[in-house]
T-cell receptor
Framework: DAGVTQSPTHLIKTRGQQVTLRCSPK?????VSWYQQALGQGPQFIFQ???????QRGNFPDRFSGHQFPNYSSELNVNALLLGDSALYLCASSLSVDTQYFGPGTRLTVL | SQQGEEDPQALSIQEGENATMNCSYK?????LQWYRQNSGRGLVHLILIRSNEREKHSGRLRVTLDTSKKSSSLLITASRAADTASYFC??????????FGEGTQLTVNP
């Protein structure tokens, strides 16, 4: 049984570009949450998707958007990248409000 | 902003010793969870304690929760070099949204 998977592992972009990160949840999980973790800090909640709808959103600008597909996989899109968007982006899946299981993350570097 | 604050920020001990990490938070919670992270990789779920529980055990882990003081502690007994990692507490307030602290960096020396 595969756990949460994320792609790509690493990504380098330049300021102003757009990026799409992908997440496949653990089998049987219907809820996907995204977190941003800057170096040396704890993860911060970006948003959560359930039944293809954004259910909750953290304090992130509209440049951050997402999508959940019928198979429960999810994408995180970031437009107009800033240097400060450089971070580890973590996806977590759960069955509704149960324990969240995290993927290995995508390391985004913005130059 | 972070709800939880871990204490200490860094902890260095010898193998076989016990490690204790503390977490404080600010608002009412549904549950509190502890996660481990190795070298900037994904988070591994360790243990969840609900707001109506006071203590929970899982193997070498012992977690306590004091909702009146809004604090929790994680005890790792008989530590091993493989326990070296960052440990985070995370509080769940509503809708399974987790709010993390800044973490404690634990180093276990062989």
């Amino acid at each position: 049984d595969a756990g949460v998977t994320q792609s790509p592992t690493h990504l380098i972009k330049t300021r102003g570009q757009q990026v799409t990160l992908r997440c496949s949840p653990k089998s049987g999980h219907d809820t996907v949450s995204w977190y941003q973790q800057a170096l040396g800090q704890g993860p911060q909640f970006i948003f959560q998707y359930y039944e293809e709808e954004e259910r909750q959103r953290g304090n992130f600008p509209d440049r951050f958007s997402g999508h959940q597909f019928p198979n429960y996989s999810s994408e995180l899109n970031v437009n107009a990248l800033l240097l400060g968007d450089s971070a580890l982006y973590l996806c977590a899946s759960s069955l509704s409000v149960d324990t969240q299981y995290f993927g290995p993350g995508t390391r985004l570097t913005v130059l | 902003s972070q709800q939880g604050e871990e204490d200490p920020q860094a902890l260095s001990i010898q193998e076989g010793e016990n490690a204790t990490m503390n977490c404080s938070y600010k608002t009412s919670i549904n549950n509190l969870q502890w996660y481990r992270q190795n070298s900037g990789r994904g988070l591994v779920h360790l243990i969840l304690i609900r707001s109506n529980e006071r203590e929970k055990h899982s193997g070498r882990l012992r977690v306590t929760l004091d909702t009146s003081k809004k604090s929790s502690s994680l005890l790792i007994t008989a530590s091993r070099a493989a326990d070296t990692a960052s440990y985070f507490c995370a509080t769940e307030t509503s809708g399974s949204r987790l709010t993390f602290g800044e973490g404690t960096q634990l180093t276990v020396n062989p």
